[in-house]
């Protein structure tokens, strides 16, 4: 995972201690990019980006942490809302379309985790993951299609 802390002048420190995080590394990896590119994109040049990860006694913590522009505590609770956006002429500037901290939310629910956000205006913002230590088995119920489907597949590999 590359981060362009460089291009902006940026000063940024990963830092995760070891331990294991189940899910899917693919999920994993997407929702810890888009937490560091939208605090790119918050933080002017000269500014500091921090994501550190530490080993709790039930899960894992990932904190990441900026000393950019910050949020307004009443755009908090719809910051993870589809299509959302704080500053709408970012998108232009900056890229994006709204659905990053969305996708996020939905990508820790699917994991039984949690995001929460602290921001102050001016000063930066904090965005802390909490993943369970063990995940806990989930029952889907496939459609007729999807299990005629899986049972193509599991005579095929017979």
């Known amino acids: 995972m590359r981060i362009p802390f460089e291009r902006k002048g940026i000063r940024g420190k990963i830092n995760l201690e070891k331990g294991v995080i189940w899910g899917d590394r693919d999920l994993l990896l997407s929702l810890l990019y888009n937490l560091l590119d939208n605090a790119v994109k918050a933080v002017e040049e000269g500014g500091f980006i921090l ?35 704080v ?38 913002t904090v965005i802390r993951l909490y993943f369970p230590g063990k995940m806990q088995a989930v029952k889907i119920k496939a459609t007729g299609e999807q299990k005629a489907e899986y049972e193509k597949q599991e005579n095929k590999n017979r």
């Open 51 to 85: 994501m550190k990860g530490r080993k709790l006694p039930q899960g894992y913590e990932i904190k990441v942490v900026d000393n950019g522009r910050g949020i307004p505590q009443e755009e908090i609770a719809r910051i993870t809302e589809a299509f959302y956006m």
């Open 87 to 124: 500053d709408k002429s970012r998108s232009r500037k900056e890229g994006g379309a709204g659905i990053g901290m969305a996708l996020c939310q939905k990508i820790i629910t699917l994991h039984q985790g949690e995001l929460k956000i602290d921001s102050k205006l001016g000063e930066g």
